[in-house]
């Protein structure tokens, strides 16, 4: 009889839940799709970084399992809350303890199992819209089809297992001890308000900004160009990413209260239109969900980061691209053996133009003080002839620069920029042999991180001044009318293994393949560090946002259910079902906009901060501020989606005429 009714209760409960089962859905077909990408070895042959993705998609499905555990969990205690007096009459008539328990776990495990058998088809639909998506990204021409993976399928029960196990331990140890008053009252309970006094949660609202402003300033501190980066920077970060979640539970915790307390406190405000109406039946939920307001403000937090950074991660493919290999193939070596690199190229690739150039040795040694890096025991200045470095430029299709024959320039990376603008000092620069050269320019055009094996920066001079110095290095660039690819950079390894790969005084086999670029690999291990990042990025947010929303829409339908009585009597008393029905509008902006306001603030800041490293990267200092905005649109329009759910939702449940 209790199994039929467990069924009668799950197809009740169909109607009521229909946001939550369609989220869980979503979510189970995502871990299902990615799972799929993830054991598909076509996807995984496309490049060698592609097999780090089923690491990092590891760790990020053991948070979202998390997430999603606390998504059913939640769910799961209000179902029960709202149900509760009728358990009690159920242990009224006789019916034991156990088999009441059983019965409710039977309910979410039946809605669990619909969840589950709905995202295989829709897991498997949506892993082709990835397929399409990844191979965009990699530019390939023939699409690649997923196919069904028993792996991608038992990962997908495993999931499920292990969050429902964990749900119902939680339940178990819930229902275990109650008793039939408590089934009875349940539903008139409410989370303890942690706070009762204004003094004690006036001090916490401002500890908690405060602690705020100090993340800030400590995430702030970690993007600073002219510092120097140190192993500690991940370390400092990781705690002020503690400091902001610590700061936004406190505020959470307090602020709602705070703006509650504003508003019945003044006449004024309080006794216009529906104001009091508003804070009384809110009263309850900014005062008593405190922690999971800030909870869900942590999630909406993360969500608006993972939006950014999926936008940043494609905004800078072309700059990485430039910087790491502006050509087909680029060498620093000795000179004797460039001709046997190029030998290997040209037996598969058709050379189009080939420069060779040197860097020099300025023993002066003045500007290499200014951005050594530690532990750097480099004892001269790198130079690099004028002749050589308008040859690279026009390589690339850019104008060749002029010289005086008393100036010269520094060409470095953008990081450093800022460092040699502020050294007053080599203005004018006295060389080892008394010439004096006046400084023309400082750019960071045409450079690129292999422009030198041996630093981050070159000073160009004209090249008379070039000639009675050592060569340090000799570089060899390579531009082919093919594209390259990865195959290249591993026969070049091969070939070249006799110069290579060689055995040290300590007996230690040393590899230096760090010789050589090759511009088809570069391409390859970005393509995938893009399609990683922007797709686990939009999973999580996904997940979160939905999380979020969905948490939110069953906590309205559970005000809905608790409060209609309130508005039918408001209704009968002649309020029309219109002002009625914008009364609920407020109520649900209040709802679902506090635990959005500081999460956008602190984003904010951070992309701000994020973006002094990323400008360097980016076509257009300022176009974070468009992928802030994107990421915000994304975000408003699926929460609205939610919105509007719980909207329809609240109308239909009060049923005012």
Known sequence: MLSRLAFRNVRRSLGDYAVYLITITLAFSLVFSFGLIASSQAVIDLSSGMNLFRTLLDFVNAVIILVICFLVNYTTKFMFTKRSR?????????????????????????????????????????????????????????????????????????????????VFLNMLRRMGKMNIRRFLDTERENEKKMLRSSGQRNLLFFLSLLLGVGAFALWNSQFDLTAISTGETLTWLMVAVTLFIISIYGISVTGSDMLLTFVLKRKKVKYTGDHLFLARTFSSKVRSMSITAGTLSVLVTLTLLALNFSYLSQGVYEYTLESEAPYDVSVHDNREVLDDYIDIIEEDYTIQDIVKYDIYKEPKMVLNPIVALPGSNEDFDSVISLGSYNALLELRGMEPVTLKDDEYMIVC??????????????????????????????????????????????????DQYTKGLETAESNLVVDTIEETSADLEKKIEDEMSWHLVYTDEDGDTVHEFYRFNVRGLVIEETNSM???????????????LSTVGTILAVQSLSDASKYRYRYTVLNRLGVEAGSLFRTILRQLLILFGLPVIYPVIIVFLCMTSINRVYSLALYDPYIYLLYFLAGLGIFLLVYGIYFAAAFVGFKRNIQVQ
């Not at 009690?88 to 303890?97: D, K, N």
């Not at 829709?122 to 069904?148: D, H, K, P, R, W």
């Not at 010439?435 to 070159?458: P, V």
């Not at 893009?530 to 979160?544: E, G, K, R, V």
């Open 413 to 462: 990376n953008p990081q450093y920029l800022e460092l040699f603008e502020n050294t007053d000092s080599i203005k004018s620069l006295t060389l080892a042999d008394g010439n004096i050269l006046n400084l023309a320019q400082i750019t960071d055009r045409g450079y690129w991180l292999y422009m030198s094996g041996i630093a981050n920066y070159a000073a160009v001079f004209p």
């Open 86 to 166: 009728e358990f009690g009459m159920y242990l009224l008539l006789g019916i034991r303890r156990n088999q009441i328990v059983r019965m409710f776990l039977l309910e979410i495990l039946l809605l669990g199992l619909i969840a589950l058998a709905l995202s295989i088809p829709l897991g498997f639909i949506v892993s082709q819209f990835l397929s399409m998506l990844i191979v965009n990204i990699f530019g390939v021409a023939e699409l690649i089809l997923i196919t069904f993976q028993a792996e991608a399928l038992e990962q997908l029960f495993v999931y499920f297992s292990i969050l429902y196990l964990l």
């Open 530 to 544: 893009t399609a990683m990042i922007s797709s686990l990025c939009l999973y999580i947010a996904f997940i979160f």
